[in-house]
């Protein structure tokens, strides 16, 4: 693989990449996230996991600014940017996300899927998007699916695309909610293969995910979040092998049966 899309992006002064700081988010008076506090260094993996229903994806969407917080801090690289004098927009495109279910323009070719945003957004010059797309492609190994159509994708390779798609811009921090939960069993293994394959490249990703043999093998550091906070967090061999508290261990019994 050539060289990651991450561009260089160590905060002024050392420190995380991402910084989340007593995040608060309630939904009316459903109070999901309650005070969450998260880092994640540069270059790392880091995993969230917990029962459905704890906000890992409302979590992941308040750090992509798809939903405001009520309370706290995100910080990406040193900056705010939750505050609400900065441009959402512009700190959304530092970041990639990707989400269970793909989000293809069904309508749209592959290479057009992964153009439309540079284009539209960024006003990257069409020749320019369209040699960026089909980089990002050959990343991913779909050089060859550039004019297919979503529905003649395999689950596994749409969902290849749709991360290419949110690489395209170079992404400082890349944001995944729980991507292979949607494939069929055998197609699993392609995605998270690839996801390996970026961090080899330097990429920093923070995802929620249900493959624990993932986590255990490629994780730097994995937060289990239970009653709006992390309750507990570690390397994976503590977390997943050794947790502390009884709401992990429950947590883990139940999901391995
Ligand atoms: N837009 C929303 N409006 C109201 N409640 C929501 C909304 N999004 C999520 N929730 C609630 O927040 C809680 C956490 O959901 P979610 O973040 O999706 O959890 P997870 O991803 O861990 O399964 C759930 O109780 C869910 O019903
Ligand atoms: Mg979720």
Redesign the pocket.
Known sequence: MRRGPAAPAAPAGGGPLLRVQQVRKT??T?V?LDGVDLDVEEHAVVVLI??????????LRCIDLLEEIDDGVIELAGTDIADPRLDADVQRARMGMVFQQYNLFGHLRVIDNLTLAPRLVHKVPADQARADALAMLDRVGLADKARAFPDELSGGQAQRVAIARALVGRPELLLL?EVTSALDPELVGEVLTLLAELKSTGLTMLL?THEMAFAREVADEVCF?HAGRVHERGTPAQVLSDPQRERTQEFLRRITG
């Open positions: 939904f009316g459903h999901v917990g029962a459905s229903g704890s906000g890992k994806s409302t979590l909610d929620a979040l």
